[in-house]
């Protein structure tokens, strides 16, 4: 389990995180989301002990984690792929990274094959893809068999059948029990990987939910209907309590009501509905929406 309790950085007078307090359980995949700039590095680094807070605790499994001995067999992590000697082979890497933290040179092997870079065991990083580097660096972070695993931005530079092999095995090593806690900029990836959320903006936090949760705060679902009397049944559902909004000619986006309501008072008004469907609010929408006042840089913003 990750802990950070009051959580703060500071830079000199810029606060990089401010006030953090969440917790990730184990057997459950939890993004770590937030615009750039919002703090979710300096978190990580917090977290492994990379950077000393402030103020506030950063705990893994009730220790801060530099007072883990031998800690690749607590907590792997992959922070940035490219942070590595290129003229190591693989192989020779993750034997350094075993004998140091006094792991059996076996698991070198049985990682390498497991992120699939067994036939590049010999070959120098430096002639390395990204996409290899994170398969490199998800093997150091898999080295220890640990119980918590950190990954940010995994699905960098991953094909395809990379990031479904990835989404597979963060979905495995949580049902195996452990703690997986994944920081991307990848909405979609993230609706398809994560169980949980924690959003933060501004080194604060914005949301520790599930995906449904969050979503739900963001306008949650609305009902597209389309009708040939859409001004006439605009007023009758806004005389209902719902919200309304043109969304195409004879078409209405409804929020505040569900479809089995607005079917009621279609019925109930003799109006004929070509089109009644529910549509949820996405993972993007939803980040969108809340981080909107957190966005340190805006396109197009003048400076």
């Known amino acids: 389990m990750i802990e950070a309790h009051d959580l703060t950085k500071r830079y000199g007078r810029k606060t ?32 492994l002990g990379l950077h000393a807070p402030t103020s506030g605790t950063a705990t893994v499994s009730g220790r801060p984690f530099l007072h883990h001995p031998r800690g690749l067999r607590h907590v792997g992590a992959l922070l940035d792929a490219s942070e590595v000697h290129g003229g190591r082979t693989a192989r020779a890497h993750l034997t350094a990274l075993a004998q140091s933290n006094r792991i059996p040179r076996s ?27 994170q398969r490199l660096g998800i093997a150091s972070a898999l080295l220890g068999d640990p119980p918590v695993l950190l990954f940010d931005e995994p699905f960098n530079g991953l094909d395809p059948e990379g990031v479904l092999w990835v989404r597979t095995l963060f979905r495995r090593l949580a049902a195996e029990g452990r703690t997986v806690f994944v920081s991307s900029h990848l909405m979609s990836e993230m609706e398809s990987t994560a169980d949980r959320l924690i959003v933060i903006g501004r080194g604060e936090l914005i949301a520790d939910a599930s995906i449904a949760e969050f979503a739900a705060r963001a306008g949650g679902s609305r009902v597209l209907v389309r009708t040939d009397r859409a001004a006439e049944f605009a007023g009758l559902l806004t005389a209902a309590g719902a919200t309304v909004e043109a969304a195409g000619p004879d078409r209405l986006s409804v929020g505040g009501l569900d479809a089995d309501r607005i079917s009621e008072l279609a019925y109930d008004n003799h109006l004929r509905l070509a089109e009644l469907a529910t549509r949820q609010a996405s993972l993007e929408q939803a980040f969108m929406e809340l981080t909107a006042d957190s966005v340190e840089y805006l396109a197009g913003e003048e400076k």
Request: glycine share 22%; no cysteine; charged share 15%.
């Open 107 to 133: 698991r070198v092997g049985e990682v390498l094959t497991e992120v699939g870079l067994a036939g590049a065991a010999g070959r120098r990083i430096g002639g390395f893809s990204l996409g290899m580097r």
């Open 16 to 47: 990089a995180v401010d006030g953090l307090t969440f917790t990730v359980r184990p057997g459950h995949v939890t993004g770590f989301l937030g615009p750039n700039g919002a703090g979710k590095s300096t978190t990580l680094r917090l977290l």
